[in-house]
């Protein structure tokens, strides 16, 4: 019911700045909340931002005053504005969507992913 695609993934050099998009299309009326992921090699894959449908917003601690999630309903495409990137910020990043009322930081809260888009940041 809900498809998503991101976009905006790179190679950028420490204390540089990327936007990720994630374009979504569907039933994307259902969803109680939009979320990123990331995932690096040989670790799980973590929370990182969140939207809720009334555009309140929720970042892990590592990420915020660095990070923005944002939302244009007219594009229907949710973004992850990421500065001051650190090495630590590689990896892969997943754009999610809930359908859930209580959804919150867990992948499993989530019920549609996209394929990812890689985000390198070198020393």
């Known amino acids: 019911q809900v498809q998503l695609v991101e976009s905006g993934g790179g190679l950028v050099q420490a204390g540089g700045s990327l936007r990720l998009s994630c374009a979504a299309s569907g039933r994307t009326f259902d969803s109680y909340a939009m979320g990123w992921f990331r995932q690096a090699p040989r670790r799980e894959r973590e929370f990182v931002a969140m939207i809720w449908y009334n555009s309140i917003t929720v970042y892990t601690d590592s990420v915020k005053g660095r990070f923005t999630i944002s939302r244009d309903n007219a594009k229907n495409t949710v973004y992850l504005q990421m500065n001051s990137l650190k090495p630590e910020d590689t990896a892969v990043y997943y754009c999610?969507?809930?359908?859930?009322?209580?959804?919150?930081?867990?992948?499993?809260?989530?019920?549609?992913w996209g394929q990812g888009t890689q985000v390198t940041v070198s020393s």
């Open positions: 999610a969507a809930s359908l859930r009322r209580r959804a919150g930081e867990r992948t499993s809260d989530y019920d549609y």
